[in-house]
């Protein structure tokens, strides 16, 4: 059973940082790109940044750019996602996501195959 899991979210004030963790399990971790997606309330889910399957640089949402650095550890089977000078407008439910295609780097989330429980971030002004 293919499972990912979220932690790290919490509620920080403007201007602070986060890390965000996700562990994977159930798959074969080195053949899949991974990536993280936000939802706000009655937003679209909307990605956020993706890393390909060995790791190096990943790619980013123009919203974040500068500011999120995503990362991989594959011996840890872990996605990081560290945010810093976080805005009230990152405020979202953060989803890690797994993609079994290890082809392109997608930033749709239809392409996604596998979804974690998600974690809150909330950022105060």
């Known amino acids: 059973q293919v499972q990912l899991v979220e932690s790290g979210g919490g509620l920080v004030q403007a201007g602070d940082s986060l890390s965000l963790s996700c562990a994977a399990s159930g798959l074969t971790f080195t053949s899949c790109n ?43 089977k872990m996605v990081t996602l560290q945010m810093n000078s976080l805005k009230p407008e990152d405020t979202a439910v953060y989803y890690c996501a ?24 909330t950022v105060s002004s």
């Open 98 to 121: 797994a993609d079994r295609n290890y082809g392109f780097l997608f930033r749709n989330k239809a392409q996604y195959d596998y979804w974690g429980q998600g974690t809150q971030v």
């Open 34 to 76: 991974t990536a993280w997606f936000r939802q706000a309330p009655g937003k679209e889910r909307e990605f956020v940044a993706a890393i390909g399957w060995s790791g190096g640089n990943g790619i980013y949402a123009d919203s974040v750019k500068g500011r999120f650095t995503i990362s991989r550890d594959n011996a840890k």
